[in-house]
């Protein structure tokens, strides 16, 4: 049997990673924790409230529906995303010059900053002078995002995939580049059909980076605030005010900060619960 | 005051120092026993005894917001609840 080195002081090479995590994450979750149970009004004077905010946040319709909303955006957008960057993954050239074109073509959207994609998607989509919104019009359909839900709905979708797919390509494209020539010449010899290469070939090759994929998309898509803030400012009306939308509206806009501070929590914890979720059943799989 | 910002309470800080004891019993429970007792439960996940307190603290939190949606307070009835699921979670997950 193999002796492992036990050496304890590597731990300390640990350390600065830990005093970063904790100025920049522990510290500011421990305030939101004892925010969530207080009730202030400025000038670092707090009053005692107990479990009231969460009492509050639990039982108020305006949290229920950002919830739904945000679960109907982060499904809809993992079912076109996912697929779809699966799909152009398969298209791309594994050799040649054309690789560096297409990584960099695909790369792009993930350069521009978040801000700056909800301004272009809202310039592009305006139906009076926007190139997409003139031109849905220009084809008979009433389309007006700053009126319309069903309009804002696919707005944001739209812009979420044109700017997130890309990820899911990379990540999908590096694990089918992966995949040794032997496994195909197998296929070959077998006369296996495309699908049941992309079935019992690439499919469980590209298991790991998908898993990892999905996570980062469900975890971003559901704390998304910048671009469908840029976009549609969470309008019109409520129908695009996502759950950090409406947290940022709670936190900033009304100054409410405990019962801010209880909504994040529970957000957090619905998070946390998902993404362990995802991860455990992915992982099983992979076991099996 | 330097951590006035905090706003700090008794009843978080010993929430928190129940979280920071249980980490540390681990640790120690880890030195008189390595390994973290690695087993397949019955939901056929492979845990350890850290998965095992994260799903129980996990589902503890949950517990509770469940108990104050449809009870509200007092909570002694989630702590109860919670105890017995960090038990069955130990014993047999």
Sequence with gaps: MIEKTVNQKAWFLVAPVVAVVAFNALIPLMTVVNYSVQETFGNNVFFWEGVKWFEE??????FHDALLRQMLFTGIILLIEVPLGVAVALTMPRRGP????CLVLMALPLLIPWNVVGAMWNIFALPDIGLLGKMINGMGIDYNFTQQ??????????MDVWHWTSLVVLLAYAGLCSIPEAYYQAARIDGASAWAVFRYIQLPKMKRVLTIAILLRF???FMIYTEPFVLTGGGP???TTFLSIDLVKIALGQFDLGPAAAMSLIYFLIILLLSWIFYTLMMRNEAQ | MFLSWMA???P???FFLFIVLAIATMGVWEHFSPGGGPRRGILGLDTTRGDRLFISLVGSAFIHLGWLALMGTPLWGALTLSILFLIAVFKWV
């Design chain 1, 57 to 62: 946040i639990l039982h108020s319709p305006r």
């Design chain 1, 98 to 101: 054309w690789v560096s074109v």
């Design chain 1, 149 to 158: 839900p069903v309009a804002a709905w696919f707005t944001t979708i739209l």
């Design chain 1, 219 to 221: 975890m971003d898509s």
């Design chain 1, 237 to 239: 009306g409520n129908a």
């Design chain 2, 8 to 10: 700090w309470t008794w």
């Design chain 2, 12 to 14: 978080t800080v010993a």
